[in-house]
């Protein structure tokens, strides 16, 4: 009975947070509808260009933006009005896991004030008390670093006169 409390108060927390590698079915189905939905986009040379759908939703006291690139969640931001304690940054990093494990490289004079973690496979997680956690996977990076490459080209065509 100990082992099924200890369960329930680890698997609780961690369905009300977004997981990357989610499609928006399955965010909708833990959030419900999304509060607003917008284009993901980057500027480079003077263009605009978009390269993904931000989701934002709330659950209780957070505030969720989820990035869906090539149909799944690829960035993920948590913001809540308090405090962060240590059990909400391991739901969080636990949560996004994807079955790898996040190593915490955070500099020791930073801590209340920032935090940042890694994964072997590139994802990364930065905390800063006033903005909250932002959870990037490899995927992001190379979406928004095609769209960036995508318009300096655009920028550099030579016109048809």
Known sequence: MKCFFWFLLFLLPASLFARLGEREAELTARFGPPLSRAKETTAQHGRV????VRLNYRQGD?????VIVDGRSAR??????????????TTVLAANSQG???TDIS????LKLAREWRRADGATASWQKIQG?????????????LAEAKAKAEASRIPKI
């Open 49 to 52: 260009v978009e390269f993904g």
């Open 62 to 66: 957070w505030f969720i933006t989820c």
């Open 76 to 89: 993920e931001f948590y913001n809540k009005g308090d405090e962060w304690t240590e059990d909400q940054f």
């Open 100 to 102: 790898a494990r996040w």
């Open 107 to 110: 500099k020791p004079s930073t």
């Open 133 to 145: 956690m932002d959870v990037i996977q490899p995927a992001y990076v190379r979406a928004r670093n």
